[in-house]
């Protein structure tokens, strides 16, 4: 059974960047027809899909992030990596890496098959 575990710093200062990494076990992120996904939820907020990539390596963003996100992937590792920058207190939440079995981008919880625990993003001076 795929497993996916999120990682981050915890704790950013404003305008730096936040770096997040997904890794992924028991399954390949080359193969299949999966998307994996980055999601972010703020407090109080809905969930909010930031980007996918498949196999294929292309990458879907979300155009309200305004090229924010870049998304990338070293598979060797089996990780998806997320770097938001300029980053503002508003970007803190929890964010989540998540596997969908098609293209999904309203982040809706049922749409997507697998999560991780997900791990906390916080933007504060």
């Known amino acids: 059974q795929v497993q996916l575990q999120e ?3 915890g704790l950013v200062k404003p305008s730096q960047t936040l770096s997040l990494t997904c ?7 080359t193969s299949g027809t999966y998307y994996w996904n980055w999601i972010r939820q703020p407090p109080g907020e809905g969930l909010e899909w930031m980007g996918a990539i498949p196999k294929s390596g292309s990458v879907y963003y979300s155009p309200s992030l305004k090229g ?14 997320l770097q938001l920058s300029s980053v503002t207190p ?3 939440a929890g964010y989540y890496c998540a596997r969908s079995n098609r293209l999904k981008t309203k982040g809706r919880v ?3 098959g697998d999560w991780g625990q997900g791990t906390q993003g916080t933007v504060s001076a």
Do not use: H, L
């Not at 924010?68 to 990596?81: C, L, M, N």
């Open 90 to 92: 508003e970007d803190t």
């Open 110 to 112: 049922r749409e997507y």
């Open 7 to 9: 990682s981050g710093p």
């Open 23 to 29: 890794t992924v076990s028991g399954g390949s992120i």
């Open 68 to 81: 924010r996100t870049p998304i990338s992937r070293d598979t060797s590792k089996k990780q998806i990596a």
